[in-house]
């Protein structure tokens, strides 16, 4: 995989984790990276990350068919947020990658062949197409495994050091 497609940037965890990481501002530089401008307007606080830096992200709009198809999609999907909802739909209908942490909002992309890109995931292809080098990849991840709230997996973040050490990274 390489970042060619559009990035749909679904919730602030993302967002919160690659501030963590120090890397957010090269991440919001990339011309495919997005946000959808419900995101954006009602969900981003200081606690996020930078929002100088945030309000970078380009946007994306939905439709008022996308909005009516996210209302039916609500009723039988109530573990799910409106949200979370729209985002899947713009992630669809523009072939893009729906970058998330939610198992939820996860799974029920997956069933319906939304690919789905988590942090690492982002981090470790940062690095493949060369937006970072290894040693911010590096720092990018020692950041995240020293950040206490963070809900990766420490096991998964050290994998991904260890094989940034060795240069091979596999996509």
């Known amino acids: 995989m390489i970042i060619t497609k559009k990035i749909i940037v679904t919730d602030t965890n993302i967002i ?16 495919n990276v997005y946000i959808s401008d419900i995101v954006k307007n009602d969900e ?7 929002v100088k830096v945030i309000s970078k992200f380009k946007t994306l709009c939905f439709s008022s068919e996308q909005l009516l198809e996210m209302l039916e999609l609500a009723q039988n999907n109530k573990k799910l ?19 998330t942490g ?29 937006v970072i080098n290894a040693k911010e990849a590096i720092k990018a991840c020692t950041l995240l495994s ?4 963070t809900r990766i997996p420490k096991d998964d973040i050290n994998k991904l050091i260890k094989n940034l050490e060795n240069d091979s990274v596999v996509c």
Do not use: H, Q
Not at 44 to 50: E, F, Y
Not at 81 to 99: H, K, M, P, Q, T
């Open 81 to 99: 947020s409106e949200c979370d909802l729209i985002n899947f739909i713009l992630a669809r209908d523009n072939d893009g990658l729906l970058a």
């Open 44 to 50: 981003i606080k200081t606690s996020t990350g930078n």
């Open 146 to 149: 020293e950040d206490k709230p």
């Open 16 to 31: 919160t984790d690659l501030n963590t990481a120090g890397i957010l501002d090269k991440f919001v530089s990339l011309d």
């Open 102 to 130: 939610d198992r939820r909002l996860v799974m029920f992309s997956e069933e319906r062949n939304v690919e789905i890109i988590r942090t690492l995931k982002i981090i470790e292809l940062m690095y493949k197409e060369k």
